[in-house]
Nanobody, 120 residues
């Protein structure tokens, strides 16, 4: 499967953004989907993941209540709605796919990343 992330940009603290991850070359509904991020000078970190049918989601503690992951299997697309953005959310965001599950260490397929910049 090939993944293409989009939707990043420059926003002010408190604003919202919605990232999209379009998939091609595979049966999208078979894949667990996730979002990760990497800030400058830091390691890549797990943000959220969603099950194949969308019924089970996990979030890292720092984004709970602000971010929402979703997917539309008919459109082969996963989304990350980010509300109340904070400067510490600034990073390159990557979408990822897995056939093995939702745990943060089982994602095998990665998109190219989209930059999210949050000004204070």
């Amino acid at each position: 499967v090939q993944l293409q992330a989009s939707g990043g940009g420059l926003v002010q603290a408190g604003d919202s953004l919605r990232l999209s991850c379009s998939a091609s070359g595979g049966a999208f509904s078979r894949y667990f989907m996730g979002w990760f991020r990497q800030a400058p000078g830091k390691e890549r970190e797990f943000v959220t993941s969603i099950s194949r049918g969308g019924g089970r989601t996990y979030y890292t503690e720092s984004v709970k209540g602000r971010f929402t992951i979703s997917r539309d299997n008919a459109k082969n697309t996963a989304y990350l709605q980010m509300n109340s953005l904070k400067p510490e959310d600034m990073a390159v965001y990557y979408c990822a796919a897995s056939l093995r599950g939702q745990a943060l260490d089982v994602f095998d397929y990665w998109g190219q990343g989209t930059q999210v910049t949050v000004s204070s």
